[in-house]
């Protein structure tokens, strides 16, 4: 199912419930959790993103905390590859390297750790670790332009930004150097 039927993507999308107003007034937040709960339509999804994804010889799937996990440690479990979390600051225990990015108000930080990928982001034959970042969500894409560049430092090359749902209007995609697929927009 390399490319999703209308009716696929029309399920995926009726499953995602909308609430307004949350975290702050002015938010549409698009919660994940009513699919996750219905286990034909994560299925839908999974096999989607697994479809799509088998012939890119990916060495990781990286997911961004906290969302990202989830998509992310299925789908690199489906593609027999390695799952690797990027989190917020302070969360991992090893040595890391970090990439601040702005909010509206202030900055927030990601972490990687610095092995994440093999030594200088080298698999144990020299070859250059290939990596699917993944997501819920893009909205300004200050988290996943971090995430991208956190990948691309240790060495490692992201080959390709997911996201299940890209919110166009805010043009979030435009910092990310990678190619950027979008199950929804
Ligand atoms: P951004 O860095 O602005 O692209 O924000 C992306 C991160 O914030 C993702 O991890 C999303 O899970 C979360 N996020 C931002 N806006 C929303 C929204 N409207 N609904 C749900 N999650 C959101």
Do not use: W
């Not at 007034?25 to 993103?49: N, Q, R, S």
């Not at 990286?62 to 489906?78: E, T, V």
């Not at 894409?141 to 919110?167: D, H, K, P, Y």
Request: aromatic share 10%.
């Amino acid at each position: 199912m390399k490319e999703l039927s209308t009716e696929a993507r029309r399920q995926i999308l009726d499953s995602i419930r909308t609430v307004p107003d949350f975290p702050k007034p002015g938010i549409e937040f698009k919660d994940i959790t009513t699919l996750l709960g219905k286990p034909e339509i994560f299925d839908l999804l999974m096999d989607h993103l697994e479809a799509r994804y088998e012939g890119y010889d990916l060495d990781y799937v990286a997911g961004i905390d906290a969302r990202g996990f989830i998509f992310g440690s299925i789908l690199a479990d489906r593609l027999n590859v390695g799952f690797v979390p990027v989190r917020k600051k302070g969360k991992l225990p090893y040595t890391t390297v970090s990439e601040k990015y702005s909010l509206e108000y202030g900055f927030d930080e990601v972490e990687i750790h610095i092995d994440a990928f093999g030594h200088n982001g080298c698999q144990s034959n020299g070859k250059t670790s290939r990596v699917l970042l993944i997501d819920d969500l893009i909205a300004t894409g200050g988290t996943a332009v971090a995430a991208s560049r956190l990948i691309n430092r240790i060495g490692a090359t992201c080959v390709e930004a997911c996201f299940i749902i890209e919110l166009t209007f805010l043009n979030g995609k435009e910092g990310i150097s990678a190619p950027v697929y979008s199950v929804l927009t």
